[in-house]
């Protein structure tokens, strides 16, 4: 999928300051762009479909509501049924067994062309200025998340891949929790690691199509996660048929690792989707959600949990191997905090981190947590978000970052740096209904609901 990111994305603010909604709906009918389906947006000003994937002006299509009723709109959106790529999987497969048979020396990857091919067969095609990296061995064929350049545009793919340590805690969590099948969202270090372990079986859902080059056609879709969009159409909705099929015994679930300035609700709205799909083809009983792991940065959780109230964070930090700033360590000794946790809706016992000296069990919680995280007595929970000691404030009844203080004229606990009397940003609103000045928690549409449940229960 779009792959990741900077978290000081143009969309993370706009999540935060502007009053754009995402509408969810099928989007089958839909406008059209080259990255799939559009999405349906909502305005104070009114409503549009624009691209699910680019988070700026890369992608030009733009058309109001009103307008797609129009006959001449949609006559000019069809062209878009036509110019939507598609790759052929079986012809670059039968490219990677030719190539696989030959000596390392001979093989090579042209980045600039997306393409693997033999060096002894002289071709114009990749020119000298193209990214040429060869030789090339049995292993980095098997995986190419290893030396594969990163994409590296911020506003639509931006790679970074998990660290062995990460990838690590992802399969025993799986292990823990009896799960064999695997279906990696844009998560393709997880599956190269699932293709060499026979007790586990994988497919990759990738917006990054290079890596049809090294896979089966049966192990990889091109595929937009924001949309639920399979470029392929028909040829790979089989294809995850028979994986969802093939994964009715042994349990499945969800590696996600989607672009942090990603919209959140077009990405619940494709677990459900593919949930529903599952149960269907698999004749499995509704029981919610198919088991995801989520990885995500920690301030996205009331996203989350707003629109899927059944997964929650845990506190463990994933590090990245090419984000200096998404590891515990760099070179120059300097630590880092990791802003990304796993959002999930496994049991967070199942987590064992007990091998790992940068966190503990909580006897209080019944699972392990960062060594900085406390338990509050007060608030019979964890606290910590983002890898602080947090403080409990008394009088605001809940947890807080230890750079806050509680300002008497403001009624509310505060950021000391730069704090203004009387000015609430939108961090600091409430996340039911959107309007300044209290928490969710405190949200008077919510009084009458939190009364009812206290009764019934």
């Known amino acids: 999928m779009p792959r990741k990111r900077k978290l000081e994305s143009n969309d993370i603010n706009t999540q935060k300051s502007l009053p754009v909604e995402v509408v969810i709906e099928d989007v089958t009918s839909h406008p059209l762009c080259l990255h799939g389906p559009t999405l349906l947006f909502s305005t104070e000003k009114g409503r549009y479909f624009a691209c699910a994937s680019c988070r700026n002006k890369e992608c030009t299509v733009h058309i109001d509501e009103e307008d797609w009723q129009k006959e001449n709109v949609r006559k000019r959106n069809e062209k878009y049924y036509s110019l939507i790529p598609k790759i052929d999987k079986a012809a670059a497969w039968s490219n990677f067994s030719e190539v696989k048979t030959s000596h390392y020396v001979d093989r090579a990857f042209c980045n600039t062309c997306e393409e693997l091919y033999l060096v002894s067969k002289p071709s114009k095609k990749h020119a000298k200025d193209h990214r040429i990296i060869t030789p090339l061995t049995d292993e980095q064929l098997s995986r190419p998340t290893t030396w594969l350049p990163m994409l590296e545009n911020d506003s639509v793919e931006a790679q970074y891949m998990f660290t062995k340590n990460s990838v690590g805690t992802v399969f025993g969590i799986l292990k823990n929790n009896n799960i064999s099948n695997i279906l990696c969202i844009g998560t393709p270090s997880i599956h190269e690691e699932a293709q060499s372990r026979e007790d586990f079986n994988s497919i990759l859902l990738d917006y990054d199509k290079r890596h049809q080059n090294f896979s089966p056609p049966n192990k990889f879709i091109w595929y937009n996660m924001f949309n639920n969009y399979m470029f392929n159409g028909n040829e790979d909705e089989k294809v995850l048929k028979k994986f969802f099929k093939q994964s009715r015994e042994g349990g499945i679930c969800i590696v996600m690792d989607p672009p942090f300035g990603g919209r959140v609700e077009p990405l619940v709205h494709t677990l459900r989707e593919l949930t529903e799909s599952y149960r269907k083809i698999c004749d499995k009983p509704d029981e919610g959600l198919l088991p995801v792991l989520w990885a995500f940065p920690y301030f996205s959780e009331p996203y989350i949990t707003n629109n899927a109230p059944e997964i929650k964070m845990h506190d463990y930090q994933i590090e990245y191997t090419n984000h200096k700033k998404f590891l515990n360590k760099t070179k120059d000794g300097r630590k880092f ?55 409990h404030c008394d009088v605001c009844k809940r947890c ?58």
């Open 337 to 391: 905090t990791t802003p990304i946790r796993f959002f999930t809706n496994l049991p967070l016992r199942t987590i064992d981190l007990s091998n790992d000296s940068n966190y503990k069990l909580c006897n209080k919680c019944k699972f392990y947590v960062a060594m900085s995280n406390n338990h509050c007595h007060k608030c019979g929970e964890c606290t910590s978000k983002n890898g602080m000691t947090y403080k």
């Open 400 to 457: 807080v970052k230890p750079t806050f203080f509680h300002c008497k004229e403001c009624g509310r606990c505060c950021q000391q740096r730069n704090h203004v009397c009387g000015v609430v940003v939108e961090s600091q609103s409430c996340f039911n209904c959107k309007e300044k000045g209290h928490k969710q928690t405190e949200c008077p549409q919510l009084q009458g609901r939190n009364k009812k449940k206290r009764k019934s229960a």
